[in-house]
């Protein structure tokens, strides 16, 4: 999950990360208020989950009422990148002396987290590390050492910093690194980090992306999690507990195994076709658990043929032909649905379907015959 930015500085503020912190405003009227709190010049900052608000006009310093009430205006309704601002934080102006980049996040490759800084802040830092690669000094942590105070000053001496912004930096990272784990981060990231005219190090941004793994452990999410914005078709399937991914094709996907999942993707790409979604049913996948899945995959305008790929294992194929038959049964599914069932109880599976089969229930025999036919008939071909 991606918090805003309020979201993510509340977070790391509470972490002991120095953030600065302001109102959240939604209309024009509550920005001028904020904005009168705190006194000017004030900054109005768009609340989006995507970066680059500062280009897209979607930052502005302002200095007195009339400045205010025109920001609020000129921003809230925004779009940016495609996301419409609902929000602004409204925040008092920082004395900005210089602007750093620091993160962390995991770096799987190394099966280590990973900590970047840089003196170069405020800008984009894939840019920079095109640019410079020297500019951004990089540390990996192992989880079990985590991170010390004599690697934290290092870090920030390959990073170019001296001086009292050293000493300010050398101190938030071992904190940012702390608040990183403790948060189930996959990654945090402070962009700018910056140094104050009066020798203070505040994170002035926040970028937090929460790994929805963890979220069983966080009962405090709970309300971050309420304000997401989530495909209609994603929020449906979290309703149901289904692990779903939202595509733009328009072959449905049910699987079991995010493996054979992907390997389902792979074929209908194969035979011409385009997935409109990435969904694993799990292990042991019950009845139920089936006919969740094709009510939600069904429910997808877009879609315009369902492929149930099944490699029975713990899952057995007569609990999915069961499920498919209770779906089917229960609710008016509008695209056909193709089903290859193989491994565990297969022939009970297709001996349970047999009965059943029609234009808009069919069997076949392998996944690429199962993956022709259904782009086939999502493209309003008849496969036979
Ligand atoms: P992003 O563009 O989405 O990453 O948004 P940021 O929160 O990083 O803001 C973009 C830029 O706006 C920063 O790099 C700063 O240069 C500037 N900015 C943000 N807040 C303030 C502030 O309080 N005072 C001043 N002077 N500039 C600010
Ligand atoms: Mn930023």
């Given at each position: ?90 925040e008092p102006a920082c004395d900005i002396a210089a602007e750093y980049y620091a993160s962390f996040t995991f ?8 900590g970047l800084l840089s003196a170069q802040g405020g800008v984009d830092i894939e840019e920079v590390a095109h640019?410079?690669?020297q500019a951004v000094a990089r540390i990996h942590v192992d989880p079990r050492d985590g991170l010390s105070a ?235």
């Amino acid at each position: 999950m991606d918090l805003l930015e309020y979201q993510g500085k509340v977070l790391l503020a509470g972490a002991g990360v120095p953030a600065s912190t302001g109102t959240v405003a939604r209309t024009v009227e509550e920005v001028v208020a904020a904005a009168d709190a705190h006194g000017y010049p004030a900054v109005v900052k768009a609340q989006v989950r995507v970066g680059g608000r500062g280009k897209a006009g979607g930052v502005k310093v302002v200095d007195d009422r009339a400045a205010a009430a025109a920001a609020g205006e000129a921003i809230l309704g925004m779009d940016i990148k495609g996301h419409t601002v609902e929000a602004v934080l409204v925040e008092p102006a920082c004395d900005i002396a210089a602007e750093y980049y620091a993160s962390f996040t995991f770096d799987r490759a190394a099966r280590l987290h990973l900590g970047l800084l840089s003196a170069q802040g405020g800008v984009d830092i894939e840019e920079v590390a095109h640019r410079d690669p020297q500019a951004v000094a990089r540390i990996h942590v192992d989880p079990r050492d985590g991170l010390s105070a004599e690697a934290a000053r290092d870090l920030v001496a390959r990073a170019g910093l001296d001086g009292v912004a050293a000493d300010g930096v050398a101190a938030l990272v071992p904190v940012l690194y702390a608040a990183y784990v403790a948060a189930d981060a996959d990654l945090v990231e402070i962009n700018p980090l910056v140094l104050t005219g009066a020798g203070d190090v505040v994170a002035l941004d926040a970028k937090v992306t929460l790994d929805d793994n963890a979220a069983f452990r966080h009962p405090e999410w709970a309300e971050w999690r309420a304000s997401e914005e989530l495909d209609p078709r994603e929020r449906r399937a979290r309703e149901k507990g289904i692990n779903y991914v939202g595509l733009d094709g328009t072959v449905g996907i049910i699987g079991n195994g995010a493996g054979l999942v992907m390997a389902t993707l792979d074929v209908v790409s194969q035979a011409g076709g385009s997935a409109a979604n990435f969904l694993d049913v799990g292990g042991g996948a019950s009845a139920e658990v089936i006919a969740a899945a094709l009510d939600v995959v069904a429910g997808d305008d877009k879609v315009g043929a369902i492929l149930v790929n099944i490699f029975g294992g713990i899952t057995r194929c007569d609990e999915v032909a069961n499920g498919i038959l209770r779906a089917l049964a229960q609710t008016e599914i509008g695209p056909p649905i193709v089903v290859r069932l193989d491994g565990t109880n297969a022939e009970e599976g297709r001996a349970i379907l047999a009965g059943h089969l029609s234009a808009s229930l069919r069997s076949e025999p392998t996944m690429s015959d199962a993956a022709r036919t259904a782009v086939a008939l999502a493209d309003g071909r008849d496969a036979r």
